[in-house]
Protein backbone atom coordinates (compact mmCIF):
# COMPACT_ATOMS: atom_id res chain seq x y z
CA UNK A 1 0.00 0.00 0.00
CA UNK A 2 1.47 3.24 -0.47
CA UNK A 3 1.71 6.46 0.95
CA UNK A 4 -0.74 8.37 -1.02
CA UNK A 5 -3.73 5.23 -0.30
CA UNK A 6 -2.40 5.49 3.41
CA UNK A 7 -3.15 8.92 3.65
CA UNK A 8 -6.20 9.53 1.33
CA UNK A 9 -8.33 6.59 3.57
CA UNK A 10 -7.08 8.54 6.63
CA UNK A 11 -9.06 11.58 5.01
CA UNK A 12 -11.53 10.40 4.28
CA UNK A 13 -12.11 8.58 7.61
CA UNK A 14 -11.83 11.45 9.38
CA UNK A 15 -13.90 12.94 7.05
CA UNK A 16 -16.86 10.11 7.58
CA UNK A 17 -16.11 10.48 11.26
CA UNK A 18 -17.17 13.23 11.72
CA UNK A 19 -20.57 12.81 9.96
CA UNK A 20 -20.84 10.32 12.61
CA UNK A 21 -20.99 13.05 15.29
CA UNK A 22 -23.37 14.78 13.06
CA UNK A 23 -25.55 11.95 13.20
CA UNK A 24 -25.36 11.89 16.75
CA UNK A 25 -26.43 15.12 17.07
CA UNK A 26 -29.28 14.04 15.00
CA UNK A 27 -30.34 11.09 16.88
CA UNK A 28 -29.66 12.51 20.28
CA UNK A 29 -30.75 16.26 19.70
CA UNK A 30 -33.46 18.00 22.49
CA UNK A 31 -35.53 19.69 19.56
CA UNK A 32 -36.23 19.50 15.94
CA UNK A 33 -34.03 22.50 15.48
CA UNK A 34 -30.77 20.23 16.59
CA UNK A 35 -31.46 17.88 13.98
CA UNK A 36 -31.80 20.28 11.20
CA UNK A 37 -28.67 21.72 12.36
CA UNK A 38 -27.08 18.28 11.82
CA UNK A 39 -28.17 17.85 8.68
CA UNK A 40 -27.93 21.18 6.71
CA UNK A 41 -23.90 20.04 8.34
CA UNK A 42 -23.81 16.87 7.22
CA UNK A 43 -24.98 18.38 3.12
CA UNK A 44 -21.35 20.33 3.60
CA UNK A 45 -20.28 17.39 4.97
CA UNK A 46 -20.73 14.85 2.07
CA UNK A 47 -20.32 17.99 -0.76
CA UNK A 48 -16.31 17.71 0.54
CA UNK A 49 -16.47 13.88 0.59
CA UNK A 50 -17.72 13.61 -2.92
CA UNK A 51 -15.15 16.24 -4.18
CA UNK A 52 -12.46 14.32 -2.34
CA UNK A 53 -13.61 11.28 -4.11
CA UNK A 54 -13.26 12.95 -7.88
CA UNK A 55 -9.95 13.58 -7.12
CA UNK A 56 -8.72 10.68 -5.67
CA UNK A 57 -10.07 7.98 -8.30
CA UNK A 58 -9.98 11.19 -11.12
CA UNK A 59 -13.21 11.16 -11.93
CA UNK A 60 -14.29 14.50 -12.96
CA UNK A 61 -18.27 14.35 -13.01
CA UNK A 62 -17.94 13.54 -9.69
CA UNK A 63 -17.16 17.46 -9.01
CA UNK A 64 -20.55 17.83 -11.22
CA UNK A 65 -22.00 15.47 -8.62
CA UNK A 66 -20.65 17.70 -5.72
CA UNK A 67 -22.03 21.14 -7.20
CA UNK A 68 -25.52 19.37 -7.45
CA UNK A 69 -25.38 18.33 -3.79
CA UNK A 70 -24.31 21.80 -2.62
CA UNK A 71 -27.75 23.27 -4.53
CA UNK A 72 -30.15 20.64 -3.51
CA UNK A 73 -28.66 20.83 0.14
CA UNK A 74 -28.97 24.81 0.78
CA UNK A 75 -32.71 24.51 -0.97
CA UNK A 76 -33.70 21.75 1.41
CA UNK A 77 -32.15 23.72 4.06
CA UNK A 78 -34.31 26.62 3.23
CA UNK A 79 -37.21 24.87 3.02
CA UNK A 80 -36.99 23.20 6.46
CA UNK A 81 -36.23 26.46 7.69
CA UNK A 82 -39.12 28.09 6.20
CA UNK A 83 -41.43 24.66 7.81
CA UNK A 84 -39.45 24.97 11.18
CA UNK A 85 -41.23 29.05 10.76
CA UNK A 86 -44.67 27.33 10.42
CA UNK A 87 -44.75 30.01 7.50
CA UNK A 88 -45.65 28.98 3.65
CA UNK A 89 -43.07 28.61 1.02
CA UNK A 90 -43.65 31.62 -0.63
CA UNK A 91 -41.37 34.68 1.08
CA UNK B 1 12.14 33.48 10.40
CA UNK B 2 12.01 31.10 7.45
CA UNK B 3 13.66 32.77 4.29
CA UNK B 4 12.76 31.51 0.83
CA UNK B 5 15.66 29.66 0.53
CA UNK B 6 14.85 27.23 3.69
CA UNK B 7 11.53 26.82 2.21
CA UNK B 8 13.01 26.02 -1.34
CA UNK B 9 14.93 23.49 0.78
CA UNK B 10 11.87 22.24 2.79
CA UNK B 11 9.62 21.63 -0.13
CA UNK B 12 12.34 19.89 -1.96
CA UNK B 13 13.01 17.73 1.58
CA UNK B 14 9.28 16.92 1.59
CA UNK B 15 9.55 15.72 -2.52
CA UNK B 16 12.26 13.32 -1.53
CA UNK B 17 10.29 12.30 1.30
CA UNK B 18 7.42 11.29 -1.35
CA UNK B 19 9.33 9.95 -3.76
CA UNK B 20 10.65 7.12 -0.98
CA UNK B 21 7.14 6.77 0.48
CA UNK B 22 6.09 5.48 -3.08
CA UNK B 23 4.46 8.79 -4.18
CA UNK B 24 5.52 10.72 -7.61
CA UNK B 25 4.40 13.96 -6.12
CA UNK B 26 5.63 17.83 -7.01
CA UNK B 27 6.05 20.67 -4.40
CA UNK B 28 2.18 22.09 -5.22
CA UNK B 29 0.84 18.40 -4.97
CA UNK B 30 2.25 18.75 -1.57
CA UNK B 31 1.07 22.30 -0.78
CA UNK B 32 -2.48 21.17 -1.78
CA UNK B 33 -2.81 17.86 0.10
CA UNK B 34 -1.51 19.87 3.13
CA UNK B 35 -4.69 22.61 2.67
CA UNK B 36 -6.45 19.44 2.15
CA UNK B 37 -5.60 18.18 5.97
CA UNK B 38 -5.81 21.22 7.13
CA UNK B 39 -9.65 21.84 5.89
CA UNK B 40 -10.61 18.38 7.33
CA UNK B 41 -8.95 18.97 10.34
CA UNK B 42 -11.72 21.92 10.69
CA UNK B 43 -14.59 19.83 9.47
CA UNK B 44 -14.03 17.77 11.87
CA UNK B 45 -13.69 20.86 14.46
CA UNK B 46 -16.95 22.08 13.43
CA UNK B 47 -18.78 18.20 14.29
CA UNK B 48 -16.94 18.01 17.45
CA UNK B 49 -18.70 22.03 17.98
CA UNK B 50 -21.73 20.63 16.78
CA UNK B 51 -21.90 17.86 19.76
CA UNK B 52 -20.39 19.91 23.00
CA UNK B 53 -22.04 23.29 22.85
CA UNK B 54 -24.97 23.89 24.94
CA UNK B 55 -27.74 25.00 22.32
CA UNK B 56 -28.97 25.71 19.07
CA UNK B 57 -27.72 28.50 18.13
CA UNK B 58 -24.09 28.05 19.66
CA UNK B 59 -23.60 24.86 18.16
CA UNK B 60 -25.29 26.41 14.79
CA UNK B 61 -22.68 29.20 14.97
CA UNK B 62 -19.33 27.08 15.25
CA UNK B 63 -20.77 24.28 12.90
CA UNK B 64 -21.05 26.82 10.32
CA UNK B 65 -17.92 28.35 10.38
CA UNK B 66 -15.54 25.84 10.40
CA UNK B 67 -17.29 23.54 8.11
CA UNK B 68 -17.28 26.18 5.48
CA UNK B 69 -14.14 27.08 5.79
CA UNK B 70 -12.96 23.45 5.92
CA UNK B 71 -14.78 22.68 3.01
CA UNK B 72 -13.77 25.74 0.89
CA UNK B 73 -10.19 24.43 1.87
CA UNK B 74 -10.69 21.22 0.53
CA UNK B 75 -11.92 23.08 -2.64
CA UNK B 76 -8.79 25.25 -2.62
CA UNK B 77 -6.81 22.10 -1.86
CA UNK B 78 -8.11 20.46 -4.94
CA UNK B 79 -7.04 23.76 -7.35
CA UNK B 80 -3.97 23.73 -6.38
CA UNK B 81 -3.61 19.76 -7.29
CA UNK B 82 -5.19 19.55 -10.45
CA UNK B 83 -4.46 23.26 -11.70
CA UNK B 84 -6.85 24.85 -13.90
CA UNK B 85 -8.45 21.56 -15.37
CA UNK B 86 -11.93 21.28 -15.69
CA UNK B 87 -12.01 19.24 -11.92
CA UNK B 88 -10.48 22.62 -10.33
CA UNK B 89 -12.40 24.98 -11.90
CA UNK B 90 -15.83 22.89 -11.24
CA UNK B 91 -14.01 22.59 -7.41
CA UNK B 92 -13.53 26.40 -6.71
CA UNK B 93 -17.47 26.86 -8.09
CA UNK B 94 -18.45 24.45 -5.59
CA UNK B 95 -16.29 26.44 -2.95
CA UNK B 96 -17.93 29.35 -3.95
CA UNK B 97 -20.81 28.47 -3.83
CA UNK B 98 -20.73 26.67 -0.74
CA UNK B 99 -19.06 30.33 0.85
CA UNK B 100 -22.00 31.89 -0.22
CA UNK B 101 -24.95 29.47 0.95
CA UNK B 102 -24.09 28.50 3.86
CA UNK B 103 -24.46 31.76 5.82
CA UNK B 104 -27.54 31.93 4.13
CA UNK B 105 -28.78 28.74 5.78
CA UNK B 106 -27.48 29.44 9.00
CA UNK B 107 -29.17 32.51 9.07
CA UNK B 108 -32.83 30.60 8.18
CA UNK B 109 -32.21 28.08 10.50
CA UNK B 110 -31.70 30.03 13.58
CA UNK B 111 -34.34 32.57 12.67
CA UNK B 112 -36.26 29.50 12.31
CA UNK B 113 -35.52 28.23 15.66
CA UNK B 114 -36.48 31.49 17.32
CA UNK B 115 -39.94 31.85 15.60
CA UNK B 116 -40.41 27.66 16.60
CA UNK B 117 -39.44 28.29 19.70
CA UNK B 118 -36.49 26.63 20.56
CA UNK B 119 -35.42 28.15 23.96
CA UNK B 120 -31.70 29.37 24.33
CA UNK B 121 -29.42 28.17 27.06
CA UNK B 122 -29.51 29.17 29.89
CA UNK B 123 -26.23 31.11 30.43
CA UNK B 124 -27.90 33.77 27.96
CA UNK B 125 -26.79 36.93 28.74
CA UNK B 126 -28.85 39.07 26.60
CA UNK B 127 -31.94 38.12 24.08
CA UNK B 128 -32.71 41.37 22.24
CA UNK B 129 -34.25 39.82 19.46
CA UNK B 130 -37.24 38.21 21.68
CA UNK B 131 -37.84 41.00 23.47
CA UNK B 132 -38.45 43.22 20.22
CA UNK B 133 -40.36 40.59 18.55
CA UNK B 134 -41.65 37.34 20.27
CA UNK B 135 -42.83 39.40 23.60
CA UNK B 136 -39.81 38.30 26.09
CA UNK B 137 -36.40 36.43 26.28
CA UNK B 138 -36.21 33.17 25.04
CA UNK B 139 -34.24 31.85 27.29
CA UNK B 140 -34.82 28.59 29.49
CA UNK B 141 -34.74 28.95 33.08
CA UNK B 142 -33.36 25.70 34.46
CA UNK B 143 -30.78 23.38 33.18
CA UNK B 144 -32.49 20.21 31.28
CA UNK B 145 -30.68 17.16 32.80
CA UNK B 146 -29.75 15.42 28.93
CA UNK B 147 -27.78 18.61 27.70
CA UNK B 148 -24.38 18.51 26.78
CA UNK B 149 -22.65 21.13 28.22
CA UNK C 1 -30.44 45.57 -21.78
CA UNK C 2 -30.42 43.63 -18.22
CA UNK C 3 -31.35 40.51 -20.59
CA UNK C 4 -28.90 40.61 -22.40
CA UNK C 5 -26.12 41.26 -19.64
CA UNK C 6 -28.03 38.16 -17.93
CA UNK C 7 -27.50 35.86 -21.24
CA UNK C 8 -23.91 36.47 -21.82
CA UNK C 9 -23.09 35.69 -17.83
CA UNK C 10 -25.29 32.48 -18.08
CA UNK C 11 -23.42 31.23 -21.23
CA UNK C 12 -19.99 31.81 -20.05
CA UNK C 13 -21.05 30.16 -16.73
CA UNK C 14 -22.32 27.03 -19.06
CA UNK C 15 -18.90 27.04 -20.93
CA UNK C 16 -17.19 26.75 -17.80
CA UNK C 17 -19.49 24.02 -16.74
CA UNK C 18 -19.35 21.82 -19.32
CA UNK C 19 -15.57 21.89 -19.89
CA UNK C 20 -13.97 18.89 -21.40
CA UNK C 21 -12.79 16.42 -18.76
CA UNK C 22 -9.04 14.49 -19.11
CA UNK C 23 -5.85 15.21 -18.49
CA UNK C 24 -5.30 17.23 -20.76
CA UNK C 25 -5.45 21.13 -20.13
CA UNK C 26 -8.52 22.28 -22.40
CA UNK C 27 -9.79 25.44 -23.21
CA UNK C 28 -10.12 24.21 -26.91
CA UNK C 29 -12.97 22.33 -28.14
CA UNK C 30 -13.83 19.94 -30.29
CA UNK C 31 -15.74 20.51 -33.67
CA UNK C 32 -18.04 17.78 -32.42
CA UNK C 33 -18.80 19.39 -29.15
CA UNK C 34 -21.41 21.42 -31.23
CA UNK C 35 -24.80 20.32 -29.55
CA UNK C 36 -23.42 21.71 -26.49
CA UNK C 37 -23.45 25.21 -27.75
CA UNK C 38 -26.90 24.76 -29.17
CA UNK C 39 -28.64 23.93 -25.91
CA UNK C 40 -26.36 26.59 -24.09
CA UNK C 41 -27.40 29.29 -25.96
CA UNK C 42 -31.09 27.82 -25.64
CA UNK C 43 -30.63 27.79 -22.16
CA UNK C 44 -29.04 30.87 -21.67
CA UNK C 45 -31.83 32.89 -23.54
CA UNK C 46 -34.63 31.37 -22.05
CA UNK C 47 -32.97 32.14 -18.45
CA UNK C 48 -32.67 35.82 -19.94
CA UNK C 49 -36.01 36.20 -21.02
CA UNK C 50 -37.88 34.53 -17.89
CA UNK C 51 -35.72 35.82 -15.13
CA UNK C 52 -34.08 39.16 -16.50
CA UNK C 53 -36.51 40.87 -14.37
CA UNK C 54 -34.86 39.50 -11.11
CA UNK C 55 -31.59 40.81 -12.27
CA UNK C 56 -29.97 43.67 -10.94
CA UNK C 57 -31.03 47.34 -12.33
CA UNK C 58 -27.50 49.06 -12.59
CA UNK C 59 -25.43 46.12 -14.77
CA UNK C 60 -23.23 48.79 -15.72
CA UNK C 61 -21.76 48.79 -12.44
CA UNK C 62 -20.24 45.59 -12.88
CA UNK C 63 -17.87 47.51 -15.24
CA UNK C 64 -16.87 49.89 -13.03
CA UNK C 65 -13.03 49.06 -12.01
CA UNK C 66 -12.87 50.95 -8.72
CA UNK C 67 -15.21 48.59 -7.41
CA UNK C 68 -13.66 45.45 -8.08
CA UNK C 69 -10.24 47.10 -7.12
CA UNK C 70 -12.24 47.37 -3.51
CA UNK C 71 -13.53 43.71 -3.73
CA UNK C 72 -10.12 42.00 -4.51
CA UNK C 73 -8.74 44.47 -1.48
CA UNK C 74 -11.91 42.58 0.70
CA UNK C 75 -10.96 39.20 -0.06
CA UNK C 76 -7.46 38.83 1.90
CA UNK C 77 -9.64 40.76 4.39
CA UNK C 78 -12.24 38.31 4.88
CA UNK C 79 -10.17 35.48 4.81
CA UNK C 80 -8.56 36.45 7.61
CA UNK C 81 -10.98 37.16 9.94
CA UNK C 82 -12.54 33.78 8.73
CA UNK C 83 -9.16 32.18 9.30
CA UNK C 84 -9.11 33.75 12.54
CA UNK C 85 -13.17 32.98 13.46
CA UNK C 86 -11.60 29.59 13.35
CA UNK C 87 -8.93 29.32 15.73
CA UNK C 88 -11.09 31.22 17.95
CA UNK C 89 -14.31 27.77 17.39
CA UNK C 90 -11.42 25.53 18.06
CA UNK C 91 -10.31 26.83 21.53
CA UNK C 92 -13.92 27.30 22.54
CA UNK C 93 -14.90 23.79 21.38
CA UNK C 94 -11.45 21.95 22.83
CA UNK C 95 -11.27 24.10 25.89
CA UNK C 96 -12.43 21.20 29.03
CA UNK C 97 -15.11 24.06 29.93
CA UNK C 98 -16.63 25.09 26.53
CA UNK C 99 -15.98 29.19 27.67
CA UNK C 100 -19.09 30.83 25.94
CA UNK C 101 -21.32 33.33 27.18
CA UNK C 102 -23.67 33.96 24.27
CA UNK C 103 -26.44 36.32 23.62
CA UNK C 104 -28.31 38.10 20.76
CA UNK C 105 -27.42 41.64 20.38
CA UNK C 106 -28.95 44.35 18.39
CA UNK C 107 -26.30 46.08 15.85
CA UNK C 108 -27.52 49.32 13.62
CA UNK C 109 -25.65 49.29 9.74
CA UNK C 110 -25.22 52.83 7.84
CA UNK C 111 -25.50 50.35 4.30
CA UNK C 112 -28.15 51.10 2.14
CA UNK C 113 -28.73 48.55 -0.73
CA UNK C 114 -29.82 44.85 -0.21
CA UNK C 115 -26.63 43.09 -1.46
CA UNK C 116 -24.69 45.19 0.57
CA UNK C 117 -26.65 44.69 3.53
CA UNK C 118 -26.95 40.96 2.56
CA UNK C 119 -23.14 40.75 2.12
CA UNK C 120 -22.24 42.11 5.36
CA UNK C 121 -24.65 39.61 6.89
CA UNK C 122 -23.00 36.99 5.67
CA UNK C 123 -19.63 38.10 6.40
CA UNK C 124 -20.80 38.26 10.02
CA UNK C 125 -21.96 34.82 10.13
CA UNK C 126 -18.39 33.68 8.88
CA UNK C 127 -16.34 35.74 11.04
CA UNK C 128 -15.65 35.24 14.71
CA UNK C 129 -17.86 34.87 17.48
CA UNK C 130 -20.82 35.81 15.37
CA UNK C 131 -23.71 35.12 13.26
CA UNK C 132 -26.61 37.33 11.64
CA UNK C 133 -29.90 36.28 13.15
CA UNK C 134 -32.35 38.45 11.96
CA UNK C 135 -32.29 41.78 9.05
CA UNK C 136 -35.31 44.61 9.77
CA UNK C 137 -34.32 47.78 7.94
CA UNK C 138 -30.94 49.46 9.48
CA UNK C 139 -31.20 47.13 12.49
CA UNK C 140 -29.25 43.75 12.10
CA UNK C 141 -30.25 41.02 15.34
CA UNK C 142 -26.51 39.30 16.01
CA UNK C 143 -25.99 36.16 17.85
CA UNK C 144 -22.91 36.52 19.42
CA UNK C 145 -21.08 33.79 21.14
CA UNK C 146 -18.87 36.05 23.98
CA UNK C 147 -21.27 39.65 24.86
CA UNK C 148 -18.96 41.89 25.83
CA UNK C 149 -20.03 43.68 29.09
CA UNK C 150 -24.15 43.38 28.62
CA UNK C 151 -24.69 43.93 24.93
CA UNK C 152 -27.13 46.78 25.37
CA UNK C 153 -25.20 49.42 23.70
CA UNK C 154 -26.19 49.76 20.24
CA UNK C 155 -23.17 51.75 19.09
CA UNK C 156 -20.47 50.08 20.92
CA UNK C 157 -21.55 46.38 19.31
CA UNK C 158 -21.65 47.72 15.85
CA UNK C 159 -17.79 48.84 16.37
CA UNK C 160 -16.77 45.87 17.67
CA UNK C 161 -19.08 43.30 14.93
CA UNK C 162 -19.96 45.54 12.16
CA UNK C 163 -17.15 48.67 11.64
CA UNK C 164 -14.25 46.54 10.11
CA UNK C 165 -16.31 45.22 7.32
CA UNK C 166 -18.62 48.16 6.69
CA UNK C 167 -16.00 50.57 5.27
CA UNK C 168 -14.95 47.83 2.31
CA UNK C 169 -18.61 47.19 1.25
CA UNK C 170 -19.55 50.97 1.02
CA UNK C 171 -17.22 50.63 -1.62
CA UNK C 172 -17.66 47.86 -3.21
CA UNK C 173 -21.42 48.13 -3.79
CA UNK C 174 -22.48 51.80 -3.23
Redesign the interface.
Known amino acids: MSGFAVYTIGIVVVLVLAAVLCLFRIFRGPTIADRMVGVDIMGILFVGITALTGIIYKL??LL?VA?VLALISFVATIALAKYLERRTLDD | MIDSTSLTAIADTATQVAAIAGMNLSTLDIIGYIVIAVGVL?DL??A??LV????V??R???A???V??GTLGIMIGILIVE?????G??AI?CGVFL??T???S??AL??GS?RFGAK??K????????K??LGGPQIETKEKKDEV? | MRRIILCVLTYGFWL??T????????WIRHVTDWPIYIVGAVVAILAAVFFGGEFTHQPLSFLNPRRWLWAIVYIPVFMWH??V??LD??F???HPR?P???????IHTDLKTDVAKAFL??SI??TP??????VDGDTL?I?W?D?VK???DIEANTKAIAAKFEKYLRRIFE
Do not use: E
Open positions: DFDI | FLGIGRLPDYNLQSTKSTLGFTSIIKILLAPVAHSRLMWGTVIDSYGDKA | ILLPGGDRLVMLANVARVLCVNPGIVKANTLGTMTVDYHIVDGT
